[in-house]
């Protein structure tokens, strides 16, 4: 995708997102409007609204717009651009995997949506640190899913082979796991590089 499309379908889901939690916000404040409604929730609590589905319907679409257009724009990125030292970076040969957890699967995981990039970029590390220390913050892998599912581990030279065979080797978890011996080989055999697959073909 250029970096056109995806900057007008960020403008785009981000004024969707804005209008779903104005819409959540407005129907909020009707409900508290309403005489009945309104007596309810003095005598029993906001949960009234929840529990009736009538109320939480409409509330509910809006909670689901928003979470699934912040889904859309968690998976949104420039194909390419230019760093801070005018180089330009292609986003494409980071390969990496992107994991969406639902906000509430645990407090430390929650997506943080309303950083700019100074703020984004001041934070990083703080933020970094917080979801490695989270289980949840990781993509886990079902049993056997290295046999099936990674059938390649590239990195760019011949020299970056060692130290990812010793990421796989060495680290306490992959995945979020702490995977088995037999398991970390398997990964190891699939490892090889640009340069090597550049002389082999």
């Not at 330009?88 to 929650?110: M, Q, S, V």
């Not at 950083?115 to 917080?130: G, I, M, T, Y």
């Amino acid at each position: 995708m250029s970096s056109k499309n995806v900057s007008n379908s960020v403008i785009h889901f981000s004024k969707m997102s804005r209008d779903a939690e104005k819409r959540k916000l407005q129907l909020i404040s009707e409900y508290g409007k309403n005489p009945t409604l309104k007596a309810k929730i003095e005598k029993y609590g906001t949960d009234v609204i929840f529990k009736d589905e009538e109320y939480n319907t409409p509330i509910q679409q809006q909670f689901d717009t928003n979470f699934y257009v912040k889904t859309l724009l968690g998976l949104s990125k420039p194909y390419g651009y230019k760093n801070s030292k005018n180089k330009y970076i292609c986003n494409y040969d980071e390969r990496e995997w992107r994991l969406i957890i639902h906000d509430g699967i645990n407090k430390k995981t929650n997506w943080e949506w309303n950083f700019n990039k100074d703020e984004f970029d001041s934070n990083r590390e703080c933020l970094n640190k917080r979801i490695e220390k989270c289980k949840d913050g990781f993509l886990t892998i079902p049993e056997g899913f290295q046999y099936y599912a990674i059938t390649h581990i590239i990195v760019n030279t011949d020299k970056e082979i060692r130290s990812m065979i010793q990421l796989i080797m060495k680290s306490k978890l992959l995945f979020g796991e702490n995977i088995s011996y037999e398991e970390r080989l398997i990964l190891v055999s699939k490892v090889t590089s640009f340069e090597r697959i550049e002389k082999d073909y």
